[in-house]
């Protein structure tokens, strides 16, 4: 038996680990067809905080069980998240979602200007940042 941890790879003797039961899917009903595909594939299932899952009554109904309670889960946590969203909108009027834009300091500012007459290894080995990080400040510099 091999053990694969690829989800698409997985065929015929091979035993498929992961790590919690809701990792396979987002919903009940595609953790359960998956489950199901493997099962009619000879695909053993091993949940390393649950064992291997059987295709017995006792295994199916703790299977259907455990990923119910993980899309609660997942669908509280979503809920959530959106009224924090909302609060923050009702009560911050500078709120943005996302990411903040990374400031322009003046160490970046230094270090484009260099990187406009020197290669961008030089650039890194003269200011000691990595080649992708001069390769991002010219980006975010010359978009800005």
């Given at each position: 038996m091999t053990k694969t941890y690829y989800r698409?790879?997985?065929?015929?003797?091979?035993?498929?680990?992961?790590a919690k039961l809701d990792r396979l899917?987002?919903?009940?009903?595609?953790?359960?067809?998956?489950?199901?595909?493997?099962?009619?594939?000879n695909i053993t299932v091993n949940v390393l905080n649950m064992g291997r899952l059987d295709?017995?009554?006792?295994?199916?109904?703790?299977?259907?069980?455990?990923?119910?309670?993980?899309?609660?889960?997942?669908?509280?946590?979503?809920?959530?998240?959106?009224?924090g969203k909302a609060y923050a909108k009702q009560h911050n009027?500078?709120?943005?979602?996302?990411?903040?834009?990374?400031?322009?300091?003046d160490?970046?500012?230094?270090i484009y200007e260099y990187s406009l007459k020197?290669?961008?290894?030089?650039?890194?080995?003269a200011t000691g940042v990595s080649e992708s990080t001069v390769k991002r400040i010219r980006r975010q510099i010359r978009y800005s």
């Open positions: 698409n790879k997985a065929k015929g003797g091979d035993e498929l680990i992961v899917g987002r919903k009940t009903s595609d953790v359960i067809s998956f489950l199901d595909k493997c099962s009619n594939e295709n017995s009554p006792g295994g199916r109904l703790m299977r259907n069980v455990i990923s119910s309670f993980a899309e609660y889960e997942r669908d509280m946590i979503v809920s959530r998240t959106q009224e009027p500078h709120y943005r979602e996302g990411r903040p834009k990374r400031r322009i300091t160490r970046y500012q230094a020197h290669s961008i290894k030089e650039t890194a080995l």
